[in-house]
Structures are given as C-alpha cells and as structure tokens.
C-alpha cells in the first residue's frame, strides 16, 4: 500500500500551476519533509515555524484556486487503495493543499505542537479551511487525539463545515463515543442531510440510537411535520431484513 502523505502529494504535483512550484517547495520545508525526512520527530519543535504555516495553509485557496480535481480512474483506484478516497474526492486543488500539509506535518510534529497547530487552525480558519481540517483528520498520525475537535465541529451552524466532519469521512464512526456519534447522527436527520452519506453508519446503529431516532420520528409526527424518508436506516430492523433477505 502507498504512503497516503505521498500519494497525495504526488496527485498534488501533477495539478499544481507553474507559478504555485514556490508555494509547494514552502510546505515541504514547513512540513519537515525533503531534507528533514530522517529527522528524528522529537527534534520536530526546532524548526516548525507555526505563524508560517499558517499563513502558507491560508494561501492555498489564493496560489491553488478552487478548481474541482477531476481525478483519473488510476488515482481514484490508488486513494481507494490507501483508504483516502472520501478526504479528497470531488475537492478543489486548495483543499487537497491543505489536507496534504496536514498530513505530511502530522508526520513530523510532536503530539502537543500538532494538537495546538489543529485547534489554532481551526479557530482562526474560515469554512474552506476548516472543512479541509476535518476532511484530513482521518489520515493523520494518532487521529484519536482530535476527538475533541471533531466534536465540536459537530455543534457548527455552517452545514459545509458540518458536512466535512459527517459526511464521506470515516472519523466519526472510528473515533466517536456512542453518545457523540449517535448525537451527530440526530443531527444530519434534522438538517436534512442524507444518512447514506455517513461513513460507518451501519456498524454503528444501535438500540439506543434506534430510540433516539424513534423518539424524533414521534416528535415530528406530533408537531405535524415530516418525518425524514431515510429515518429507517436507523433502525435495527432494518439491518435484520436486509441480512435476511433472499437473493433475486
């Protein structure tokens, strides 16, 4: 299987416009890789230039631009070789930028720094940055330490940045409590985001969360609302008609 860090910088350099080359050249030395590959990580804090960082993974959108990627099959076959696929798949350049520096720097940096490096992108970034951020938490060293964060980006007002943590990426369903998961779950229903679109979601339903969604379900009905059309995903007996199904 490919390294995802190297993968994603070589789709990367295949798309990257003659005048951006500098910008690209900048995140290999803020991101520790080229000549500082061998460095042993616990020396990561001497060189990592945090305010640079920043400002380069800021300049993304303006060097790169929004184009969508339009991968080649070959691509898509490697992404999905190295479970990567959902992190990229239909993104502008600016976004593959930014996932692909979060990724190489994650490599390199020292636990703490990389958590404070998370939370400052986050809190300082805009919607395209931010959903970049949580696009690219799968793929990173310890993902687990980020739980936190993706939690919170659950509570968001902003239905891209929500979407980027639910939906196509496979975090919440590897890392997630029960009670965050079914939670963020809930959520996506009552927004009206399809649940197809949650990673995981059939290894993670369960009794609770089928009560939960039952108990939505009853609420609507009494305020005489809809009632969401893909509510049964949700339910255990759902999973039971569709392992006992017989075969046309």
């Given at each position: 299987?490919?390294?995802?860090?190297?993968?994603?910088?070589?789709?990367?350099?295949r798309r990257?416009?003659?005048?951006?080359?500098?910008?690209?050249?900048?995140?290999?030395?803020?991101?520790?890789?080229?000549a500082r590959?061998?460095?042993?990580?616990?020396?990561?804090?001497?060189?990592?230039?945090?305010?640079?960082?920043?400002?380069?993974?800021?300049?993304?959108?303006r060097?790169?631009?929004?184009?969508?990627?339009?991968l080649?099959?070959?691509?898509?076959?490697?992404?999905?070789?190295?479970?990567?696929?959902?992190?990229?798949e239909g993104?502008?350049?600016?976004?593959?930028?930014?996932v692909?520096?979060?990724?190489?720097?994650s490599?390199?940096?020292?636990?703490?720094e990389?958590?404070?490096l998370?939370?400052?992108?986050?809190?300082?970034?805009?919607?395209?940055?931010r959903?970049?951020?949580l696009?690219?938490?799968p793929?990173?060293?310890?993902?687990?330490?980020?739980?936190?964060?993706?939690?919170?980006?659950?509570r968001?007002?902003?239905?891209?940045v929500?979407?980027?943590?639910?939906?196509?990426?496979?975090?919440?369903?590897?890392?997630f409590?029960?009670?965050n998961?079914n939670?963020?779950?809930?959520?996506?229903?009552?927004?009206?985001?399809a649940?197809?679109?949650?990673?995981?979601l059939?290894r993670?339903?369960?009794?609770?969360?089928?009560?939960?969604?039952e108990?939505?379900?009853?609420e609507?009905?009494?305020?005489?609302?809809?009632v969401?059309?893909?509510?049964g995903?949700?339910s255990?007996?759902?999973?039971?008609e569709?392992?006992?199904?017989?075969?046309?």
């Amino acid at each position: 299987m490919q390294d995802s860090s190297l993968l994603l910088v070589k789709i990367l350099s295949r798309r990257i416009p003659p005048v951006a080359r500098s910008w690209l050249e900048r995140v290999e030395t803020l991101t520790g890789t080229g000549a500082r590959l061998g460095a042993p990580v616990s020396e990561a804090s001497t060189w990592f230039d945090r305010d640079r960082f920043l400002a380069t993974f800021t300049a993304a959108v303006r060097v790169l631009g929004k184009e969508p990627l339009g991968l080649h099959a070959e691509e898509r076959d490697e992404l999905a070789d190295a479970g990567i696929a959902g992190a990229i798949e239909g993104r502008g350049l600016d976004e593959l930028g930014r996932v692909t520096m979060l990724v190489q720097v994650s490599r390199r940096l020292p636990a703490p720094e990389l958590e404070l490096l998370l939370r400052v992108c986050y809190e300082q970034g805009d919607g395209r940055e931010r959903q970049a951020l949580l696009r690219a938490l799968p793929f990173l060293v310890e993902a687990e330490r980020f739980v936190p964060l993706a939690v919170e980006a659950c509570r968001t007002n902003e239905l891209p940045v929500f979407e980027a943590i639910t939906c196509e990426n496979p975090y919440p369903a590897a890392y997630f409590p029960d009670l965050n998961f079914n939670q963020m779950v809930l959520k996506a229903m009552f927004i009206g985001v399809a649940l197809a679109r949650i990673v995981g979601l059939d290894r993670r339903r369960s009794s609770e969360l089928a009560r939960m969604a039952e108990d939505f379900a009853s609420e609507r009905r009494a305020a005489g609302r809809s009632v969401p059309a893909d509510i049964g995903l949700l339910s255990l007996d759902h999973e039971r008609e569709r392992a006992t199904r017989i075969p046309e």
